[in-house]
């Protein structure tokens, strides 16, 4: 069954297909894995020139799989200015099934469809949604989806199919998608198999020339055909129409070049303009028109004296299809109709167009329309523009939101800032920074001398842009200066900017003449914006990286706990500021992730998306299909004020600068709270998953991988990791690499791969990017390494480094490397002062973590008869602790001094637990000092024999681990962004593998499987 949806270009479908004998065996090949209710599923994505013939293989493709339920849409230009348009289409067919789906999921799928109000629609919840639908309606009958078009899919629509793609996997889904090669700018669609396809060979175009040929076809003249076109078959069919009898059998001359520009549009524009005037108005009107605007159209018509027998013309000519009256044929007839027209005809229509749509109805459509038509200033219009702002904001349509913004700052003649200002925030929304700095950079231009409020608000978002491209220097002293501005009128203002610019000077390095962290924390201190009666969790942290960094880190160790305890028990709310809640950040608000999105500056035309024929994207809202991107954070509209009205609404729940998680981590580290900093980001992840913050999960999973690193359990680091880069993958974002991971390939001792990943790091974070906080954090991991290996004169120097930066966290969590490094190397004074420190902080902080570590590094300086206490100390403290790599390395080193003063007895004792501390969690150079130890006692280590659960992968690992602690199916696909189908596929091979046969039986295997490397 093939469930044709409505789609208004199709390209001669009457003729059929010669050759694609490959690509046809390929999609087979994609599709027949979901025949089974297990099968594999997927996507593919089809791409080519115009008219290669990719419409044709879907349709083939649909004819010939019997088996599946077939769903097909496509995009269209017109369209792509109503956001989830595409996906509503694709998803009609299965509506039915919304209340099946879990709550959050269903709240976003319906206000994306407008079914509810007042929920802005989350993307990436609406893809989980998507995905749950279809694996759902596949376990009835294998799907298979096709969407064509996909450069003009609204942006919505194309992220969440993107999304969709990526995670389908244990589905009896197939998605097959089609598209130009052409596309600008990044590809929501990366990471989805491509298949492209080329012209056709020259003997299938010789075949399809002769089947479409009425008489003679010399061979020679079929070769140059062939030849010229490079082989597309559309191009070879309209040569045939154009060239003479004559000239195709070889008796006349063929022109000396073939009338076959580009992208095929110069020929069409040919052959519009040899129609009647009347019906170039009228295809210029339908080109300008959304398809749903039909009857819109014809009443436009009438208003503009054309009679509906003018379309005769362009159906007579082939442009518009027989079966659909106001269909054009090919979509580059619409696009040749718009852009070969002058510009006051343009406006002409879609005056036409706004006269006759419903205000009721179709607002936002009527606003497009009347700014379209609109030469100069105007206020009504640009209020419309706003008000349609508004309505796409609450439907979740962030490229509509940013070009009826950017429109409405255009046409007005008062209130032009704060709207520049609210466009550039929506474009950087949609991950498109050079739009937003070009939007930036017209509000301040309009910025008055009593603008105070309105230029560190511009500033701000200046500041976003560069955090967005990475680009760290001079970012404090902006945002401090912008603060200072707003301190007395807007203090939950000035604090936003005072936390985001403490945080950029305690990651980055500010360059000569900067403002260094002391100055800026001086003034964090002295500003008014701060009152020391603010309990939230972001206050407290801003409080308390302020006093660390100007005073002393004694002082501020009860502010850093204090916020630490609030994160992990106050309630999560959507403010970070001022009452006490915080939210997970929307995603991509990390402020590095951004390599995957960009997008091409709106100009001033409708139609235009991708730069087609060279010209420039135009402002339609919605037709951007390179955007690709997400919400950027919690960055909210609702306190910019349009003509009176505030516009949003309430703040999106989140964060705008570095993630709370990193802060909470900087905390924890600076006052060893691993309670504290566990159970932070563990709730942080939670509420992420929640609430469908997939950049916020993605970042509090790395910072869990870490404290899983500490805890000695790295499986389930590695397995943190991969799911962080997976849901990177999921959302465009570039891929992860080694250097995400380097204290885990430190800890693991693998020499080669934590080498490269600091070079990686050095270069390309710390010099390209000026994020010297992340130049620390490598260097504190060869430490570790180069220690591992008894390097320690190379390791003191790596650590070195670090502690005289201290920056909060790796400068404090650094000391103990110092000690040990400089009492093995014979630097005792670089030992003593690292132990002072140590000793002043440990005595502040109080937590078992920190006095195991002062106790270590005492028995590392003491004498004989003090050290033995010392040592037996820590390695009690550690043991309460959750740094398991930090208790093992104190019986390492009790061992080995027990050793060395020919204690064999209890020196095995110890360098026998350390062994097998170590050894359990894949920690090799560690535990090979641990096992050379205990040969020099005389007693070799004992060989570890992995669990079953080794053959596990990652995602069966994850799925196994939260079945065994019983979290049903339904549940495990919410918490993993997969499907249910996907869990049960999982779970099946998980059984399968381990020889288990129910959940209850998973727990002790899974166990042991956690500590593996």
């Not at 080519?48 to 649909?62: F, V």
């Not at 379309?311 to 027989?322: E, M, N, Q, S, W």
């Not at 105007?378 to 913004?405: N, Y």
């Not at 009176?644 to 703040?651: A, C, L, P």
Request: net charge neutral; glycine share 10%.
């Amino acid at each position: 069954m093939t469930e044709h949806l409505p789609v208004s270009a199709r390209a001669l479908r009457r003729v059929p297909l010669v050759g694609r004998h490959e690509e046809l065996r390929v999609l087979a090949g994609h599709v027949t894995g979901t025949q089974a209710q297990d099968g594999p599923g997927g996507a593919v994505l089809l791409t080519g020139e115009p008219g290669i013939g990719k419409t044709r293989l879907l349709d083939r493709l649909a004819g010939t799989c019997p088996e599946h339920r077939v769903v097909q849409t496509a995009g269209v230009r017109s369209e792509a200015r109503l956001g989830f348009a595409a996906l509503h289409g694709l998803l009609r067919p299965f509506l039915d099934g919304l209340d099946t789906l879990p709550p959050p999921q269903r709240e976003a799928l319906g206000a994306a469809f407008g079914r509810v109000s007042g929920t802005a629609a989350d993307r990436y919840l609406v893809g989980l949604a998507t995905l749950t639908l279809l694996a759902g309606a596949a376990t009835v009958r294998p799907l298979l989806a096709l969407v064509d078009d996909v450069q003009w899919l609204d942006p919505e629509s194309a992220d969440v199919l993107a999304f969709v793609g990526r995670c389908l996997h244990g589905d009896a889904v197939a998605l097959v998608l089609a598209g130009r090669d052409d596309r600008d700018g990044p590809d929501p669609f990366d990471g989805i198999p491509v298949l492209s396809l080329t012209g056709l060979p020259p003997a299938d175009a010789r075949d399809l020339l002769a089947a479409n040929s009425a008489g003679r076809l010399d061979p020679a003249v079929a070769d140059r055909i062939a030849a010229e076109t490079g082989g597309n078959p559309l191009a070879l069919l309209r040569l045939t129409r154009t060239l003479t009898a004559e000239q195709l059998s070889g008796t006349a001359p063929l022109p000396a070049a073939l009338p076959v520009p580009g992208p095929l549009r110069a020929h069409f524009q040919r052959r519009v303009r040899a129609l009647p005037a009347e019906t170039r108005t009228l295809l210029l009107l339908m080109a300008a028109a959304a398809p749903q605007e039909s009857a819109e159209r014809w009443r436009a018509a009438g208003c503009l004296g054309i009679p509906a027998h003018a379309a005769d013309a362009a159906t007579a000519a082939g442009i518009l299809t027989r079966e659909h009256a106001t269909g054009f044929r090919h979509p580059v007839f619409r696009s040749a109709v718009y852009w070969g027209a002058e510009a006051a005809d343009r406006r002409l229509v879609h005056a036409a167009l706004a006269a006759v749509t419903d205000p009721v109805r179709a607002p936002d459509r009527r606003a497009w329309h009347r700014a379209e038509a609109t030469v100069g200033l105007d206020a009504e219009v640009a209020g419309e523009l706003e008000a349609a702002a508004r309505h796409a904001r609450a439907g979740g349509g962030p490229a509509a939101q940013a070009a009826f913004l950017l429109r409405a700052a255009e046409l007005s003649p008062t209130d032009r800032v704060p709207r520049f200002l609210a466009a550039a925030r929506a474009h950087l929304a949609l991950g498109n920074p050079a739009s937003a700095q070009a939007a930036l950079d017209r509000a301040e231009t309009e910025l008055g001398p009593g603008d105070a409020l309105l230029r560190a608000r511009v500033r701000q978002t200046r500041t976003r842009v560069d955090l967005y491209s990475a680009r760290l220097t001079g970012i404090p002293a902006r945002l401090l200066d912008a603060a200072r501005s707003v301190a007395e009128s807007d203090a939950p203002q000035a604090r936003r900017l005072l936390v985001e610019g403490l945080a950029a000077a305690v990651v980055g390095h500010g360059g000569p003449g900067a403002t260094t962290p002391y100055e800026f924390a001086a003034a964090v201190l002295a500003s008014p914006a701060l009152r020391p009666t603010d309990s939230a969790p972001a206050d407290l942290l801003l409080r308390g990286l302020a006093a660390r960094l100007h005073d002393d880190h004694p002082s501020a160790v009860p502010l850093l706990r204090r916020a630490l305890q609030a994160f992990g028990s106050e309630p999560l709310g959507s403010e970070p500021f001022g009452n006490g809640a915080f939210g997970g950040e929307k995603f991509g608000s990390e402020p590095f992730e951004n390599g995957a999105f960009g997008g091409e500056e709106f100009g001033s035309e409708p139609l235009e998306n991708d730069a087609f024929g060279g010209e420039k994207s135009g402002s339609e809202p919605f037709e951007n299909g390179a955007f690709g991107g997400e919400k950027f954070g919690s960055e909210d509209f609702g306190d910019e004020k349009f003509g009176g009205e505030e516009f949003g609404g309430e703040e999106e729940p989140g964060w705008d600068g570095v993630p709370l998680a990193v802060l909470a981590l900087f905390a924890a580290e600076d006052v060893w709270d691993d309670v504290g900093g566990r159970a932070a980001c563990t709730r942080l992840a939670g509420h992420a998953r929640d609430t469908g913050a997939l950049g916020a999960l993605q970042t509090a999973l790395m910072v869990q991988a870490l404290w899983d690193v500490r805890a000695g359990r790295f499986g389930a680091a590695r397995s943190g990791f991969e799911e962080a880069a997976e849901l990177a993958a999921a959302m465009d974002l570039p891929p992860h690499g080694p250097a995400q991971q380097i204290e885990l390939l430190a800890w693991s001792g693998r020499e080669a791969e934590t080498r490269a990943a600091a070079a990686e790091i050095a270069e390309v974070w710390e010099r390209q990017h000026g994020n010297d906080d992340f130049g620390d954090r490598a260097r504190a991991c060869l430490a570790v390494l180069e220690t591992g290996l008894g390097r320690y004169p190379q390791a003191l120097a790596c650590a070195r480094v670090v502690m005289e930066k201290d920056r909060p966290g790796t400068g404090t969590r650094v000391l103990h490397e110092v000690v040990e490094a400089g009492v093995r190397s014979g630097d005792h004074r670089a030992a003593k002062q690292a132990l002072a420190r140590l000793e002043e902080r440990a005595a502040a902080s109080g937590t078992p973590w920190a006095k195991g570590l002062l106790a270590r590094c005492r028995a590392l300086m003491a004498d004989d008869e003090h050290a033995e206490a010392y040592y037996a100390e820590s390695v009690e403290l550690l043991g309460r602790t959750g740094i398991v790599t930090e208790a093992a390395r104190s019986r390492l080193l009790y061992g080995e001094w027990l050793r060395r003063r020919r204690r064999r007895g209890q020196a095995r004792d110890q360098l026998r637990t350390a062994h097998r501390m170590f050894a359990g969690m894949g920690a090799v150079a560690f535990a090979e000092r641990a096992r050379a130890g205990l040969a020099a006692t005389g007693e070799q280590a004992r060989t570890r024999t992995e669990p079953a659960g080794r053959a596990l992968t990652r995602r069966e690992r994850e799925v196994a681990r939260l079945a065994a602690g019983g979290v049903m199916n339904a549940d495990i696909a919410v918490r993993l962004f997969i499907s249910v189908s996907t869990v049960e596929y999982h779970l099946g091979k998980v059984f399968r593998k381990l020889g288990v046969t129910s959940r209850r039986h998973l727990t002790s295997v899974l166990d042991a499987e956690a500590r593996l490397p």
